[in-house]
Structures are given as C-alpha cells and as structure tokens.
Nanobody
Framework: QVQLVESGVALVQAGGSLRLSCAASGRTVSRYAMGWFRQAPGKEREFVST????????VYADYVKGRFTISRDNAKNTVYLQMTSLEHEDTAVYYC???????????????????WGQGTQVTVSS
C-alpha cells in the first residue's frame, strides 16, 4: 500500500505562485511515473501533469503548459508541482497519483493511476 499526502498553500491571488508537494509513504514510488490531476466543483477530474519515474520525461495539459512545472525527488519519495501565473480557472482540488504500472510510458488517463492522495484545495482569487 502507498499513502500519498498533498500539501501546499491553499489561497493565492491571481498572477501568484505556489508549490504543491506530494509525499509518498508505505513503499517507494521511485520506479513509477506520478501525476497531478485536479477537480473543480461540478466538473470531472482532469489531467494536469505527469513525470516519469526518472524525472527526465514530463507531459503537461495545454491549459497549464508554460505555467506549471512538475518535478520529483526520489530520495524523498516526493513529487512537486510548481504553479506560476495562476488564474482563477486553476481553482480546484489538486490530487497526486501513482501510475498503476512501473514502466516508461506516461499517461494522462485517470484510470491508469492506482494510488491517490486525499487532495488539497487550491483557490485562486481574482
């Protein structure tokens, strides 16, 4: 079993920045790709970004590309999401997740991730 705990500043002004962290415990996730997703009220959970197990490959959703940066520190079993130029539309609950299989493939699909954090609310005031 893997437990994921997200953390980060909850409220930020539009145009501001913040960094989310997701710490894994229970067992190492260093051989698994990890991802960030978000869910706004009344909407489905949507892909934000993913990073390969080595950290060398990343994928971003178009709506965050150029503004968000995903990274990981396998020694700390932690993945990060640096968010800049935040917009009101970025307001959502953000979740980190561990890919179901340990391989090189990166995926944007929710159902290909196995373990999920409890989510952290990010509110961007306009």
């Amino acid at each position: 079993q893997v437990q994921l705990v997200e953390s980060g500043v909850a409220l930020v002004q539009a145009g501001g920045s913040l960094r989310l962290s997701c710490a894994a415990s229970g067992r190492t996730v260093s051989r698994y790709a990890m991802g960030w997703f978000r869910q706004a009220p009344g909407k489905e959970r949507e892909f934000v970004s993913t990073i390969s197990w080595s950290g060398t490959n990343t994928v971003y959703a178009d709506y965050v590309k150029g503004r968000f940066t995903i990274s990981r520190d396998n020694a700390k079993n932690t993945v990060y999401l640096q968010m800049t130029s935040l917009e009101h539309e970025d307001t959502a609950v953000y979740y980190c997740a561990v890919k179901r299989t340990a391989d090189w493939a990166l995926t944007t699909k929710v159902d290909e991730y196995h373990y999920w954090g409890q989510g952290t609310q990010v509110t961007v005031s306009s």
